[in-house]
């Protein structure tokens, strides 16, 4: 019983991990589209963003406490706070 439980698990987390989706403000409705665009990683600092993927195609000035910046690049949007990546989320047309 307990291979197939385990089995079953692994098989599961495959499934999972195959099927990506990002959830998405199209014309101002919530969509969930498929996304395999590769993003910045929650924790990763300015300098390794800007090394890995380039400059930014726009940066918007800090706001806020703690400060909160917005880098734009195609296809999805990347927001620190200080220097460090807190969420990328996909952007659509």
């Not at 993003?39 to 706001?63: I, L, N, W």
Request: aromatic share 6%; charged share 20%; net charge neutral.
């Amino acid at each position: 019983m307990q291979t197939r439980t385990l089995a079953a698990l692994v098989i599961g987390c495959a499934l999972a991990t195959a099927a990506c989706a990002e959830t998405v403000v199209v014309n101002d409705q919530v969509q969930v589209v498929p996304s395999n665009l590769e993003r910045p990683k929650r924790g990763s600092t300015m300098g390794d963003v800007e090394k890995h993927f380039g400059a930014p195609v726009s940066r918007h000035p800090t706001v806020g406490q703690p400060p909160i910046t917005r880098w734009d690049y195609n296809g999805f949007s990347v927001f620190f706070e200080k220097d460090r990546v807190i969420d990328a989320v996909v952007t659509a047309g």
